[in-house]
């Protein structure tokens, strides 16, 4: 027989779980290893099951570090350390950040960032701590790095592009 407040504690579990769409959304079961090589192979950490105030794998994330925040063993511990990565993965580019993101997005944003290097050349140098501090947080988000590996380019930020250019 099953005992009744470990039962309470499953079944509550479960109804939270059951809209958990991701292998990401399981951030406790994770390893940091683990959680980085998922965000590298593409993971969103905003995904969610489409409905508003759906939990996403960065709102688990967030839930774990602050519930488990004061646990000192060595399960507690490497949860909060693949919560702290699935977190930080779900913020707005940066230096910081950058090798949380997927390959194709990382590679893009290398040549985005070469942009700022080539104006500082041009008797700007202070333009590039302008460039990686305030411009590259804004132009990139997790969201939006769902890029194309062939050329880099978000299909999203392509279409707009070509909306304003004369092809």
Same mark, same amino acid.
């Given at each position: ?9 499953? @079944? ?14 399981? %951030? ?11 965000? &590298? ?26 519930? &488990? ?6 399960? =507690?511990?490497?949860? +909060? ?8 993965? @779900?913020?707005?580019?940066? +230096?910081? %950040?950058?090798?949380?993101?997927? &390959?194709?997005? +990382? ?12 104006? @500082?050349? +041009?008797? &700007? ?10 411009? $590259? ?8 790095? $769902? ?5 880099? =380019? ?14």
């Amino acid at each position: 027989e099953a005992h009744p407040v470990r039962g309470a504690e499953i @079944s509550a579990w479960l109804r939270h779980a059951a809209r958990w769409t991701t292998p990401l959304h399981h %951030v406790e079961a994770l390893s940091p290893a683990e959680a980085l090589k998922a965000l &590298r192979e593409g993971a969103d950490p905003h995904a969610g099951d489409g409905e508003p105030g759906a939990p996403t794998p960065a709102t688990v994330a967030a839930d774990v570090l602050a519930r &488990r925040g004061a646990e000192g063993d060595e399960d =507690a511990l490497v949860a +909060r350390s693949a919560a702290a990565v699935v977190l930080a993965a @779900s913020h707005p580019w940066s +230096r910081e %950040v950058h090798r949380l993101w997927p &390959r194709a997005a +990382r590679k893009h944003i290398v040549r985005v960032l070469a942009i700022g290097y080539q104006l @500082s050349r +041009r008797g &700007r140098p202070a333009l590039v701590d302008l460039w990686v501090e305030h411009i $590259m947080p804004h132009a990139f988000d997790v969201r939006d790095a $769902m890029f194309d590996d062939d050329d880099g =380019a978000a299909p999203a930020a392509q279409e707009r592009a070509a909306s304003i250019l004369v092809l």
